[in-house]
């Protein structure tokens, strides 16, 4: 599930997201580095986006319950609803931070905020995308 919008309106929208993420641990300190693709609509009430999303994210273990990560995410736009000029790039550049709780042994529930490094649209230059995040994590492979 996801709340986004645009930092120069302030109409919101809700929506969801769905992918796949892999963690890869670098040595034994902790630290691991986490790649993503997932699917998710953004973008506020008035101009819905459909985006691929793939972010490298690194993070940090604290202990066997909590991490904190940060990372980088383009974000490969595929579909706009009520816009058929598409004013928007084809590619959005993200930064991302946020905290993840490992829950069970297999499944963790994350809370993730993602601001926008440039803007989004290409007339005006005024969308700077910006994104919360909460999120559920079944661990497959571990």
Do not use: C
């Amino acid at each position: 599930m996801n709340f986004s919008g645009f930092r120069r309106t302030p109409e919101t929208k809700f929506s969801y997201q769905a992918g796949l993420a892999g963690k890869k641990y670098i040595g034994n300190l902790g630290w691991f580095l986490q790649p993503e693709v997932f699917y998710s609509r953004e973008g506020n009430l008035n101009q819905p986006l459909e985006f691929i999303n793939v972010p490298v994210i690194l993070g940090f273990d604290f202990g066997d319950n909590f991490n904190v990560h940060t990372g980088l995410q383009a974000g490969f736009l595929v579909g706009t609803q009520g816009d058929p000029d598409n004013d928007y790039h084809n590619v959005n550049a993200v930064m991302n931070f946020g905290f993840e709780f490992y829950t069970f042994k297999k499944t963790s529930i994350g809370f993730r905020f993602d601001y926008g490094l440039y803007d989004f649209e290409k007339e005006t230059g005024t969308s700077v995308t910006y994104t919360f995040e909460v999120y559920l994590i079944g661990w497959f492979i571990q």
